[in-house]
């Protein structure tokens, strides 16, 4: 009797797992997904009534120059009953014309409540019956590796369902008016043109995140804004329209520091935040900052970079007088600067 070829014995076991008892059959999945599209399912089915499309209109110029109107678009939710829709900045700024379709097919005009290109969300207001309100989240409690679904009206599709994981947390993402927006988190939920604004949803149906990003050319990187910072600022645009911050009044840029000097002033970082030029009549020239300075903290925090010194200039800050920590050539000063509110 010739003996079976090992090859011959795996293509066996393969179409007959009697034939062979050492061989472990492969588990079933089935069940496991099962339970995943019944999650994403579920999900989608709980917070689609609230997720909107929003069409608009927006003031240009032809390439000859004259007048004429742009469309776009892009999604949002519902977070109050009363009409209040959270969307990014870039969706709604500048519009001369708002649109919003819900999905059971009705339209309504908006307006504007509250924008703020600085971290890219704005509040509109459409007068509408019978909405309802997505439940917000906690995206602190958020870990890597949890389902994440992201809904919207990508390329203008209405009501697009795409579901990946939360890929990383804590990222920090460049917003269209420069400004650099904290704890941003990274899916592999699919986002495109025409997401911008939806919301990002657990699995338990709880929107964490609003939709604002991809990174042209990559696949699978894709940012959304956290919903606790939504929260704050969706409420200060409700309050007063706009988010608050504060300034100095310099033109700077993140520059390195002479290993000697953070050595010898014992800093925590190893650079710092060199000013170009001090505005006319600014808090910074009224605290004495000269051009060269290279800021290294405030209030005793370290500055490392322009984003940190605009991180800490809060609207908290608006006519209170705080410590500024500057190197002037090798003499390490510290300055009393009141900041102001920055212009919108």
Known sequence: MTPESAAFRVLRSESDPAFSPGVTRPLNDTPLLDAYSQAVVSTAEKISPSVVKIEVAQAGR????????????????VFAPDGLILTNSHVVHDATRIRVSLPDGRSFPAHTIGDDPASDLAVIRIDAPGLVAAPLGDSRRLRVGQLAIAI??????????????????????????GRLIEDVIQTDASLNPGNSGGPLVTSEGQVVGVNTATIMGAQGLCFAIGINTAKFVAGRLLQEGK??????????????????????????????????SVGEGSPAQ???????????ALDGKPVAGVDDLQRLLTDARVGVSN?????????KLELKVVPEEARA
């Open 62 to 77: 032809s390439r000859s120059g004259e007048p004429r109107e742009r469309q776009g678009g892009g999604s949002g939710f």
């Open 323 to 331: 410590s500024l920590t500057v190197v002037r050539h090798t003499e």
């Open 243 to 276: 988010v608050r911050r504060s300034q100095i009044g310099v033109e700077a840029q993140t520059t390195p520091l002479h290993r000697r000097l953070v050595r010898f002033y014992d800093l925590s970082q190893e650079s710092g935040v060199v000013v170009i």
């Open 152 to 177: 919207g009206n990508p390329y203008g599709f209405q009501y697009t369902v795409t579901a990946g994981v939360i890929s990383a947390l804590g990222r920090s993402l460049r917003s269209y008016s």
């Open 286 to 296: 009224r605290a004495g900052v000269r051009e060269g300075d290279v800021i290294v």
